[in-house]
């Protein structure tokens, strides 16, 4: 298949009331609207071809981007095509996606996330807080790590900026959630920090506020 197949196919499934839903949260107007189960459906039709991801990637539309992600050989990419790919990333999602699907992948992943959790760029630290994330979520790192981890973040999660905040976050949450050990410490640490106490949750979802997180991860786990 083809970028202008793929584009053919993008249009079609496009929906513009979710497309402005998609630029409320921070997509550029370069969006269709699609929704993310029928991105998959069609990644399984394309599979790793990762001259047409390239392709798609540098186009710079949304959705296109996202299947990139998913059909990229992650491992072509250099380190210099993923500093410059991750740079240029302002919405959250695709940071998200971009560090899930291709940079945890990638066999430079600690060097990025020790790099990137150390800028001073947003949306740098928000994916480089992601490959900690990936990394705890894992269950083989040393209680030695998780405490250097827990240090960093009680030093600096009420001070990050707004996207690094979040992913910092989650990785606290993750680190109680995954390890029964530190689930006490993790949960007394939230609560001396406070971020997200305040925050307005929707009816029926889980706040980001660390206690009720962390709570909410091992009861979803424990009914597994």
Request: proline share 2%; with cysteine.
């Amino acid at each position: 298949m083809t970028k202008a197949e793929v584009f053919t196919i993008l249009e079609d499934l496009g929906n513009e009331k979710r497309k402005q839903m998609y630029i409320k949260n921070g997509a550029s107007e370069n969006t269709y609207g699609v929704l993310m189960g029928e991105l998959r459906k069609l990644v399984k039709q394309l599979g790793t071809n990762h001259d047409l991801a390239l392709e798609l990637w540098y186009s710079g539309n949304t959705e296109a981007q996202w299947i990139a992600c998913m059909i990229f050989d992650v491992n072509k990419l250099t380190l210099d095509e993923i500093r410059n790919m991750a740079s240029q990333i302002n919405y959250n999602d695709m940071i998200d996606k971009f560090a899930g699907e291709v940079v945890s992948k990638h066999k430079s992943v600690d060097l990025l996330a020790e790099e990137w959790t150390a800028s001073g760029e947003d949306n740098l630290g928000r994916a480089g807080w992601n490959l900690i994330v990936h990394k705890v979520s894992d269950g083989k790192m040393t209680n030695e790590e998780l405490e250097e981890l827990l240090t960093t973040i009680k030093n600096e999660l009420q001070t990050a900026t707004p996207g690094k905040q979040w992913a910092m976050n989650y990785a606290l949450c993750q680190i109680g959630i995954c390890y029964p050990d530190f689930t006490k410490k993790c949960i007394a640490l939230g609560e001396t920090l406070g971020v997200y106490r305040d925050l307005k949750v929707p009816k029926g979802c889980t706040s980001a506020y660390a206690p009720n997180w962390i709570e909410a991860g091992i009861k979803k786990r424990t009914k597994k």
